[in-house]
């Protein structure tokens, strides 16, 4: 808004820009801002996905891409031999419709990522099954369309959540009787019981609050590569941010592990005390001077 009023200034359509000297609070973070998820959680995730789009969510996790970037690629851009793609252009929804924006969102997101032997056995051959679109997009829908955000993640994205028990669960407890249940937006739990599965599966994904968002694979990525020790100029580099202040103030965050990695660093410390300083030598204060 301050952007645009300044405009008008500068245009001479405003005097003055009423925007100056405000200051908006900053917003706080909540649980569900940025989440990660663990190598285990991805494996449990990767084998509930469809087989057409797992490919797509390993590229995601494996080479932290963004949407745009992902759904964006083209195999001109991919190279299995050496493991590699480049980012080159990317994908750009607007209102229910897709187009190919030929340059990354900055200068530095213009970049070489290198793929992991994970991500490169699944594209291999990928191809052969789903042929690309007339223009060589690696990722279509089933109608050889391009995809859609909105659509993937209400259809596929957010079941598959669900199946993988990441957002609210859905248990077996008969024939033909399944229990769905969710947390509603104030983390409050519901049950209701469903006859055939995916209408408990559908109304999990309906009415169920948050979830892992197609982003956070992003932070996932980041948040691996830092605690693996990769150095964070090269975790910059890979993800497109000019600057190393954005990975570490944006897309790391703590792993859940962090308690035993902290231990760890500290396991081979070990106190020595000295033998006058042991409680049946130590002086006695009340002697001392005597």
Same mark, same amino acid.
């Given at each position: 808004?301050?952007?645009?009023?300044? #405009?008008a200034?500068?245009?001479?359509?405003?005097?003055?820009?009423?925007?100056?000297?405000?200051r908006l609070?900053r917003r706080?973070r909540k649980d569900?801002?940025d989440q990660?998820?663990?190598r285990?959680e991805?494996?449990a995730l990767?084998?509930?996905?469809?087989h057409?789009y797992?490919p797509?969510?390993?590229?995601a996790v494996?080479t932290?891409?963004?949407?745009?970037?992902c759904v964006?690629?083209?195999?001109?851009?991919?190279?299995?031999?050496?493991?590699t793609l480049?980012v080159i252009r990317?994908?750009v929804?607007?209102?229910?419709?897709v187009?190919?924006?030929?340059?990354p969102? #900055?200068k530095a997101?213009?970049?070489?990522?290198p793929?992991?032997p994970f991500v490169?056995?699944?594209?291999?051959?990928y191809?052969?099954?789903?042929?690309?679109s007339p223009?060589g997009?690696v990722?279509?829908n089933t109608a050889?369309g391009?995809m859609?955000?909105?659509?993937?993640? #209400?259809?596929?994205?957010?079941?598959?959540?669900?199946?993988?028990?990441?957002?609210?669960k859905?248990?077996?407890?008969?024939?033909?009787r399944?229990l769905a249940?969710?947390?509603?937006g104030t983390?409050?739990?519901?049950?209701?019981?469903?006859?055939?599965e995916r209408d408990?599966?559908k109304?999990v994904v309906?009415h169920a609050a948050?979830?892992?968002?197609?982003?956070?694979l992003?932070?996932t990525?980041?948040?691996?590569?830092?605690s693996?020790?990769?150095?964070i100029n090269?975790v910059?580099?890979v993800l497109?941010?000019e600057?190393?202040?954005?990975t570490?103030?944006?897309?790391t965050h703590?792993?859940?592990?962090?308690h035993?990695?902290?231990?760890g660093a500290?396991?081979d410390?070990s106190?020595?005390?000295?033998d006058e300083?042991t409680p049946?030598?130590?002086?006695?204060?009340s002697?001392?001077g005597?």
């Open positions: 808004m301050h952007g645009v009023i300044r #405009s200034v500068r245009d001479r359509f405003l005097a003055f820009n009423p925007c100056d000297g405000i609070p706080r569900s801002d990660t998820v663990t285990t991805i494996n990767l084998a509930v996905l469809p057409r797992r797509l969510v390993a590229l494996g932290g891409l963004r949407w745009g970037e964006g690629l083209r195999w001109d851009a991919i190279d299995l031999d050496t493991r480049r990317v994908a929804e607007v209102s229910g419709h187009t190919t924006k030929p340059y969102k #900055s997101g213009r970049r070489d990522v793929l992991p490169a056995t699944l594209l291999d051959g191809a052969d099954t789903y042929p690309p223009l997009d990722f279509t050889g391009p859609r955000r909105t659509l993937f993640r #209400s259809r596929i994205w957010r079941p598959a959540l669900v199946r993988a028990g990441l957002l609210g859905v248990i077996e407890t008969g024939p033909q399944f249940t969710w947390p509603d983390g409050l739990e519901w049950t209701k019981e469903f006859t055939i408990a599966i109304h309906q948050g979830g892992l968002r197609f982003h956070d992003r932070h990525y980041a948040t691996w590569l830092v693996d020790g990769v150095p090269d910059a580099s497109g941010h600057q190393t202040s954005t570490l103030d944006r897309y703590a792993s859940r592990d962090r035993t990695r902290v231990r500290l396991a410390f106190l020595t005390p000295a300083d049946d030598k130590a002086e006695d204060p002697k001392e005597s």
